[in-house]
């Protein structure tokens, strides 16, 4: 065969040699005993040489796949001055940006680009991402050993361009309850055609970065003075009710007492409505307000039932001002009363926040819950303004706001529900009460969006929060970090709104004292 060919022609070469200077004795008997054993070695491995192939394939697999994976959990040679090299274990740091093509600064050093992953010995590092014409983005961020740390930097402008949207007059701009729509009052255009009331809808379609036109939805008329109207948006966003307060005054004080609706329209949001068609809803308003409130308490069950049974317990006993993120996976609200959220609600996560966080609970400070992660963030000190409430039972008996006594209805601010004075179940009322109109509407219009309430509200990412504060509009990240000041100038009403996929803000403002008030969209791209 020519196996055995080889063998001994292998043999000649290596064997015979060594055989005469190694094991050269009188007799040859040791050399035919060499020479047998190692042809019988070189024919069994021959004959198994398949079988000897495939275990090498399958430790070159097993060890190669070991490898890769202490690779991936970060496993790395060291080289500590001249010793032998060790393994260690390292934690990854994933950098992202958006806009994309930022630097990424490590502890001081420009290290790498943003959308790049960085092996890190475990330890605590200042990481800085910057971009020119954007705002530095910087975090103090925690790399553990075997684990990734992952971080995406929302870059905003240094110095954001202004468009004007409205160019007649905009008053008392009101979003809508899915945030798609802003209305608004024309009182004082200079072609009187335009008075009324507009919509302008917070969509760029067909990829265009241009502001949509707004649309005229009602044209003022002399039956209606919108000067001293209301705006207020059905919770499902398709119609607008426009409402007008009459104050009473009390007899005795001469001091105001309570408010009460006079004249109530509903308006279509999507077309120009016609004044021969519309009808005065104030009679209907009690009955269509419960609905309103009704439609809100389901959605506000659905998302509560999704988080750990704690948590749902603190907003609905403990809080007021509560407001789900765009994602409805954290929580912004106001404590009313001091408590400690409990540890260990969700299994720990391979990859969360490092970033220190509040599970004691102060009466009147706001937060954020991060139900993903089970954290709980400290926005800042007391709440802005005053929680929103509706008159509601007292100590005494009595109820705030009410002239009347045991026979009237009061409102559970954080069950969003009305009761009844005695009873210990939850009563649903077909009815909201007369006396209680104007106060209702402002509660209901402050579930739509902390704007009404607060001097915070979201961001579309559902991980930044924008803030008003001194003439000034900041984005922070909501575990309370990197706050940037996206503009500083002269606007009115503190009124600020984001556009639904972030590019923009709209704000109201004059920039000339002689105009009245217009919107402007800041561009945040």
Do not use: C
């Not at 697999?61 to 496993?75: D, E, H, Q």
């Not at 067909?206 to 109207?229: A, C, G, H, M, W």
């Amino acid at each position: 065969m020519i196996e055995d060919r080889l063998s001994v022609s292998v043999l000649s070469t290596f064997y015979l040699p060594f055989s005469t200077t190694i094991f050269y004795f009188p007799s040859s008997i040791v050399s035919t005993l060499v020479y047998n054993t190692l042809m019988r070695l070189i024919r069994l491995f021959n004959s198994y040489r398949q079988v000897i192939y495939a275990l090498a394939g399958i430790l070159f697999v097993i060890g190669g796949t070991f490898i890769a994976l202490k690779w991936a959990r970060g496993y790395r040679p060291s080289f500590i001055g001249n010793k032998a090299p060790i393994v260690t274990g390292t934690g990854l740091l994933v950098a992202n940006s958006d806009p994309k093509g930022a630097e990424v600064v490590v502890n001081g050093k420009l290290t790498t680009a943003t959308d790049d992953t960085l092996n890190l010995t475990p330890g605590t590092y200042d990481i800085e991402i910057r971009k020119n014409g954007y705002a530095d983005w910087k975090k103090q961020l925690q790399v553990k050993a075997e684990l990734v740390t992952q971080t995406t930097a929302k870059l905003f402008p240094s110095v954001p361009n202004m468009t004007p949207i409205t160019y007649t007059g905009a008053n008392a701009p009101t979003p809508s309850a899915d945030g798609q729509k802003i209305a608004y009052k024309v009182t004082n255009a200079a072609n009187s055609a335009n008075n009324g009331i507009w919509v302008i809808e917070l969509v760029s379609r067909n990829f265009s970065t241009r502001v949509p036109e707004p649309k005229q939805i009602f044209k003022s008329v002399s039956k209606y003075d919108l000067s001293t109207s209301k705006l207020l948006w059905t919770p499902d966003s398709s119609q607008i009710l426009v409402y007008w307060v009459e104050e009473e005054v009390k007899r005795k004080t001469g001091r105001p007492g309570l408010s009460t609706i006079s004249t109530a329209i509903l308006l279509s949001s999507d077309k120009l409505n016609d004044e021969a068609t519309i009808r005065d809803a104030s009679a209907r308003l009690p009955a269509l307000l419960a609905q309103w409130f009704q439609s809100l308490d389901i959605k506000d069950a659905e998302k509560l039932a999704k988080l750990p049974e704690s948590t749902s317990s603190l907003l609905i006993s403990g809080a007021d001002n509560v407001y789900f993120s765009p994602d409805e996976l954290k929580i912004l609200y106001t404590a009313t009363a001091d408590t400690t959220i409990p540890t260990g609600v969700i299994p720990d996560l391979p990859s969360e926040s490092t970033q220190p966080e509040t599970r004691d609970i102060k009466s009147g400070t706001m937060y954020i819950y991060d139900s993903k992660e089970d954290r709980n963030y400290e926005i800042g000190g007391a709440a802005s303004n005053a929680p929103v409430r509706l008159p509601k039972q007292n100590g005494d008996g009595s109820k705030d706001g009410l002239d009347g006594k045991d026979g009237n209805v009061y409102w559970n601010n954080r069950l969003s529900t009305w009761f009844l004075p005695n009873m210990t179940g939850r009563t649903e009322l077909p009815t909201v009460p007369e006396q209680l109109l104007v106060q209702t509407i402002t509660f209901l219009r402050s579930k739509y969006s902390p704007i009404w309430s607060e001097n915070i509200q979201w961001f579309p990412t559902s991980n930044h929060l924008i803030e008003v504060n001194d003439n000034k509009i900041s984005i922070q990240e909501y575990d309370n970090t990197n706050s940037v000041a996206v503009y500083s100038g002269p606007f009115s009403d503190n009124f600020t709104y984001p556009w639904p996929n972030g590019d923009k803000l709209v704000i109201l403002s004059s920039l000339n004292t002689d105009s009245p008030a217009n919107l402007y969209s800041i561009n945040l791209k």
